[in-house]
C-alpha cells in the first residue's frame, strides 16, 4: 500500500524558515516524480514543486522561486521543502505527492499544516 | 491554462445523475484529470487522462470531454459523494480548477 507521510509543520513567523519532510513506502521511491501541493484555508489547490527521479530536475511554481527548494533522498525514501523567507500568503496546508510521469498526482500524503503569523 | 468549473456549488438527491464541468482558457489535449477531496481529507484521483478511471475507484464515476471542454459524471449518486471535485490539467502547466462543492440533499 502506498503510503505518504508528511511532517514538519507548524506555526513560523514571517521572513523565517521551515523544512517539510515526506516519508514514503509501499512503492520503489526512487522510480517516481514526488511533488507538493498546497491549499490555503478555505481555498483551492495550487501545485508548489516537483522533482526528477534522481532529484537532478526541479520545477517550482512562480510565487515560490528563489524561496522554496525542494529535494529527495533516495536512499531514505523521504521528499523535503525548504521554505525560506516565509509570507503569510505561504499559509496552507501542504501534501506530498506522487508525481505520475510528469502529469497526474495519483497519490497523497494526509497534509500537513503550516502557519505564518507573527 | 487557467481552468473554470462550474457550477461552483451543486446539489443533488442520492440516485441523481450529476454532471460537473470544467472549461480551459486555451486546448487541454485530453491531458485533464479529476480529483475527490471530502472534507479534511487529501484529494484523491478519480480519472485521469480526460476517462481514464483510476485503480478501486467506483464505476458509477466517468469522464468525457476534448479540447477545452471536460466533464465528470456520477451516473447515480451515492451519498458519500458529498465532497468538493477538482479538475486539473497537465498539458501545459501544471493548474487545478477552482472546485464544484457537491452537497447531497
Known amino acids: 500500500e502506498v503510503q505518504l507521510v508528511e511532517s514538519g509543520g507548524g506555526l513560523v513567523q514571517p521572513g523565517r524558515s521551515l523544512k517539510l519532510s515526506c516519508a514514503a513506502s509501499?512503492?520503489?521511491?526512487?522510480?517516481?516524480?514526488m511533488a507538493w501541493v498546497c491549499q490555503a484555508p478555505t481555498k483551492g489547490l495550487e501545485w508548489v514543486a516537483s522533482?526528477?527521479?534522481?532529484?537532478?530536475?526541479?520545477y517550482y511554481r512562480d510565487s515560490v522561486k528563489g524561496r522554496f527548494t525542494i529535494s529527495r533522498d533516495n536512499a531514505k525514501n523521504t521528499l523535503y521543502l525548504q521554505m525560506d523567507s516565509l509570507r503569510s500568503e505561504d499559509t496552507a496546508t501542504y501534501y506530498c505527492?506522487?508525481?505520475?510521469?510528469?502529469?497526474?498526482?495519483?497519490?497523497w500524503g494526509q497534509g500537513v499544516m503550516v502557519t505564518v503569523s507573527s | 491554462i487557467q481552468l473554470t468549473q462550474s457550477p461552483s456549488l451543486l446539489s443533488a438527491s442520492v440516485g441523481d445523475r450529476v454532471t460537473l464541468s470544467c472549461k480551459g482558457s486555451?486546448?487541454?489535449?485530453?491531458?485533464l484529470a479529476w480529483y475527490q477531496q471530502k472534507l479534511g481529507e487529501a484529494p484523491k484521483l478519480l480519472i485521469y487522462?480526460?476517462?481514464s478511471l483510476q485503480t478501486g475507484i467506483p464505476s458509477r464515476f466517468s469522464g468525457s470531454g476534448s479540447g477545452t471542454d471536460y466533464t465528470l459524471t456520477i451516473s447515480s449518486l451515492h451519498s458519500e459523494d458529498l465532497a468538493t471535485y477538482y479538475c486539473?490539467?497537465?498539458?501545459?502547466?501544471?493548474?487545478f480548477g477552482s472546485g464544484t462543492k457537491l452537497e447531497i440533499k
Open positions: 505527492a506522487r508525481h505520475r510521469e510528469w502529469s497526474y498526482f495519483d497519490y
Open positions: 509501499g512503492f520503489t521511491f526512487s522510480n517516481y516524480g
Open positions: 522533482i526528477s527521479t534522481g532529484g537532478g530536475n526541479t
Open positions: 486539473y490539467q497537465y498539458n501545459n502547466g501544471l493548474t
Open positions: 487522462k480526460t476517462n
Open positions: 486555451q486546448n487541454i489535449n485530453n491531458y
